[in-house]
T-cell receptor, first 112, second 114 residues
Framework: DSGVTQTPKHLITATGQRVTLRCSPRSGDLSVYWYQQSLDQGLQFLIQ???????AKGNILERFSAQQFPDLHSELNLSSLELGDSALYFC???????????FGPGTRLTVL | GQQLNQSPQSMFIQEGEDVSMNCTSSSIFNTWLWYKQDPGEGPVLLIALYKAGELTSNGRLTAQFGITRKDSFLNISASIPSDVGIYFC??????????????FGTGTRLLVSP
């Protein structure tokens, strides 16, 4: 158990819909990262927050957004969903951006 | 951008054998991390390395941060069936300023025959 929690574990929805994925970082970690992993693909970095502020963006679509709240949990919002958005979405956390990242168990999103 | 070359791509070994895999880069890294990922699960951190030359063990696993800061290896001794999975190296490239995005290797798929 990495100490990072993610909900829900599975999510099935239809094209055009909007979903919210939730992540709670390890106790004491200020940085939260979101990654997307499609079938048999590597981890694609989406976005990073540090202590409530956005710090870096990766390959995140404009239809996707995220935020980190004062209690340090984070949410990833995916809207106007397309079939190609079906993937595993992982949250990771670390003490700071130079330290090891600990990954959550992921949310499997299926868009039908 | 920075890339990590991880080898071998896959390995099929007998239970009890030792395993070695490595990652190399053309540029300098500040950290090296090794993860194991089972299908449909999140990557699990195995070993974190922060200093050139550092050699760290975690049970049957041993990893080293290369002295040139451009490579790292992971050894697994006396493999067991539950070692099956995909092993990723990852690292923070050296940058003078700005965000140090974690770069991932392409993974080594390990299969262990009982």
């Amino acid at each position: 158990d990495s100490g990072v929690t993610q909900t829900p574990k599975h999510l099935i929805t239809a094209t055009g819909q909007r979903v919210t994925l939730r992540c709670s970082p390890r106790s004491g970690d200020l940085s939260v990262y979101w990654y997307q992993q499609s079938l048999d693909q590597g981890l694609q970095f989406l976005i990073q927050y540090y202590n409530g502020e956005e710090r870096a963006k990766g390959n995140i679509l404009e239809r996707f957004s995220a935020q980190q709240f004062p209690d340090l949990h984070s949410e990833l919002n995916l809207s106007s969903l397309e079939l190609g958005d079906s993937a595993l979405y992982f949250c990771a956390s670390s003490v700071d951006q130079a330290s090891a990242q600990y990954f959550g168990p992921g949310t499997r999103l299926t868009v039908l | 951008g920075q890339q990590l070359n991880q080898s071998p791509q896959s390995m099929f070994i007998q239970e009890g054998e030792d395993v070695s895999m490595n990652c190399t880069s053309s540029s300098i890294f500040n950290t090296w991390l090794w993860y194991k990922q089972d299908p449909g699960e999140g990557p699990v951190l195995l070993i974190a390395l922060y200093k050139a030359g550092e050699l760290t063990s975690n049970g049957r696993l041993t990893a080293q941060f290369g002295i040139t800061r451009k490579d790292s290896f992971l050894n697994i001794s006396a493999s067991i069936p539950s070692d099956v999975g995909i092993y990723f190296c990852a690292g923070h490239p050296h940058m003078n300023t700005g965000f140090q995005k974690l770069v991932f290797g392409t993974g080594t798929r390990l299969l262990v025959s009982p």
